[in-house]
Nanobody, 126 residues
């Protein structure tokens, strides 16, 4: 069982930056691809960014390319999401997710992720 704890959300104005963090309880953290998803009110949960086991491979959804950066520190068992130039459309609950099995490649498919954090609220005002 992997537990994920997110932090770093908040209320900011458009154009501001935030950094989300997600720390995993497993010592085998480096074996798993990780991702960030988000869910806005009344909408389905959507993929935001994913990162491979070593951190050298990343993939962002088109709407955040050039603004968001996913990274990880395997020694700290933590994955980050640096969010710059935030827009009101980025308002959502952001969830950290861990792959369902070790060795899985980056995926943008929600059901490929087995472990989820509790979510952290990001609100961007105009």
């Amino acid at each position: 069982q992997v537990q994920l704890v997110e932090s770093g959300g908040g209320l900011v104005q458009a154009g501001a930056s935030l950094r989300l963090s997600c720390t995993a309880s497993t010592r085998t953290f480096s074996l798993y691809s990780m991702a960030w998803f988000r869910q806005a009110p009344g909408k389905e949960r959507e993929f935001v960014a994913g990162i491979g086991r070593s951190g050298t491979s990343t993939y962002n959804t088109d709407s955040v390319k050039g603004r968001f950066t996913i990274s990880r520190d395997n020694a700290k068992q933590t994955v980050y999401l640096q969010m710059n130039n935030l827009k009101p459309d980025d308002t959502a609950v952001y969830y950290c997710a861990c792959a369902g099995y070790s060795g899985m490649r980056i995926s943008n498919v929600l059901n490929d992720y087995k472990y989820w954090g509790q979510g952290t609220q990001v609100t961007v005002s105009s």
